[in-house]
């Protein structure tokens, strides 16, 4: 979906939208897991989620929106946060919005921020600062931290969600660990 049919949905509905809570996922480079994490996530939360992507590309028609710049993502995520309450029980479902992008840092500040190490892979010129500015970092070949101690100060999160976001944080770290084993493993 593009950002700007997006937005004109947004605008229609704005007034139902219940409490949107912001996580972005960043990454060292390209293909390092950031959509993956994103739709493991968006199983994974209850609630209303959306993935907005920041970044080249073509809407493919699927599910998560597609900003081509900054100026849009912010827009977006403006429209988001103005419609941001403090009940989170609004229709008794929570609002989550996945930005999967390290340019998320140019137009906010996420409630939760994850930055996927890459392989050796020559790094963005972004990723120095995501990685700063990340909660939690997710590298293939080091070990995961406790999530949920480490976010327990994250006061937009209950412990449901913290536990869930822990759950999922655990299975992407293992399947990132398995595939960096197999990549180095000696070809047959």
């Known amino acids: 979906m593009s950002a700007h049919t997006a937005l004109a949905i947004l605008s229609s509905i704005a007034p139902c939208i219940a409490p949107s809570i912001i996580i972005a996922i960043t990454g060292a480079h390209s293909s390092v897991g ?74 906010l500040d996420p409630d939760l921020a994850v930055f996927i190490e890459g392989s050796g892979e020559r790094q963005k010129s972004s990723a120095p600062r995501a990685r700063k500015r990340a909660d939690i970092i997710i590298a293939p070949n080091a070990p995961l931290p406790e999530v949920e101690e480490m976010l327990s100060d994250k ?34």
């Open 155 to 188: 006061q937009a999160f209950n412990h449901e969600e913290l536990r869930r976001i822990g759950d999922v944080l655990r299975r992407f770290h293992q399947r990132l660990a398995t595939v960096s084993e197999k990549e180095n493993l000696p070809s047959e």
């Open 34 to 107: 950031k959509t993956t994490l994103a739709r493991m996530l968006s199983r994974r939360l209850s609630g209303n989620v959306r993935i907005v992507k920041i970044g080249h590309g073509i809407d493919k028609g699927k599910s998560e929106i597609l900003c081509h710049t900054v100026e849009e993502a912010r827009r977006l995520v403006d429209s988001l946060r103005r419609h941001r309450g403090t009940d989170d029980s609004l229709a008794g479902r929570r609002e989550y919005t996945i930005i999967e992008s390290n340019r998320a840092f140019d137009v």
